[in-house]
């Protein structure tokens, strides 16, 4: 049974940190590619961020270039977003996803090529 599961949100400040989880089971990291997808209420849900399971290649939006970075640990089956300098319109639930290899180069049709969702964790940056 394929299943992901994110953790590590919560309510930081203006500039602080965060690390996400997001662990993996039912399929190994190198099978899909694994999105970091984030959604505010009323609005779409948007591709943040990509990692190649082939490669390890990783792709961003400008929104977080430079602030976000994904990263995975093949051994635990695990991909993080370590999320710094981090904004108050960063606050949205963050969700990953299992995406078609292939579709997580263009973050703004990733979530075409989705086959499998996590949970979400809520990130709220306020003061």
């Known amino acids: 049974q394929v299943q992901l599961v994110e953790s590590g949100g919560g309510v930081v400040q203006p500039g602080d940190s965060l690390r996400l989880s997001c662990a993996a089971s039912?399929?190994?990291?190198?099978?899909?590619?694994i999105g970091w997808f984030r959604q505010v209420p009323g609005k779409e849900r948007e591709g943040v961020s990509s990692?190649?399971?082939?490669?390890?290649?990783?792709v961003y939006a400008d929104s977080v270039k430079g602030r976000f970075t994904t990263s995975r640990d093949i051994a635990k089956n695990t991909v993080y977003l370590q999320m710094n300098s981090l904004k108050p319109e960063d606050t949205a639930d963050y969700y990953c996803?299992?995406?078609?290899?292939?579709?997580?180069?263009?973050?703004?049709?990733?979530?075409?090529?989705?086959?499998?969702w996590g949970q979400g964790t809520p990130v709220t940056v306020s003061l």
């Open positions: 996803a299992a995406v078609e290899p292939g579709w997580g180069r263009i973050l703004r049709t990733m979530l075409v090529g989705v086959h499998y």
């Open positions: 039912g399929f190994t990291l190198n099978s899909y590619t």
């Open positions: 990692i190649s399971g082939s490669d390890g290649s990783t």
